[in-house]
């Protein structure tokens, strides 16, 4: 059983950045490829990043890409995602996951993504 949890989540003024982290429960992290996903209010979740295990793809959201990046330090057992040109749609939970496989998010079936942390609110206001 991995355990995520995220942290770095918080208020941000409009076009402005953020860095969210998460942190695996053990050093098990590298075996997995990681993503992140959010929920706006009233809003079903949706998948935002992705990254392959040793960092060798990453895939993205066409509302996020070429404004949020996400990366990995297996070292660390931490898991990254750097937000910016935020805007209020950007306005979510977000939830940092894990899967063994990396298909699982390019494929889309968020449904068989195995662990899931707890989530961390971002909040984009003027």
């Known amino acids: 059983q991995v355990q995520l949890v995220e942290s770095g989540g918080g208020w941000v003024q409009l076009g402005g950045s953020l860095r969210l982290s998460c942190g695996a429960s053990d050093n098990t992290l590298n075996a997995h490829a990681m993503g992140w996903f959010r929920q706006a209010p009233g809003k079903d979740r949706e998948f935002v990043a992705a990254i392959s295990r040793e960092s060798l793809s990453t895939f993205y959201s066409a509302s996020v890409k070429g404004r949020f990046t996400i990366s990995r330090d297996d070292g660390k057992n931490t898991v990254y995602l750097q937000m910016n040109s935020l805007k209020s749609d950007d306005t979510a939970v977000y939830y940092c996951?894990?899967?063994?496989?990396?298909?699982?998010?390019?494929?889309?079936?968020?449904?068989?993504?195995?662990?899931w942390g707890r989530g961390t609110q971002v909040t984009v206001s003027s």
């Open positions: 996951c894990a899967d063994p496989y990396y298909a699982t998010y390019v494929q889309g079936r968020q449904g068989d993504v195995e662990y």
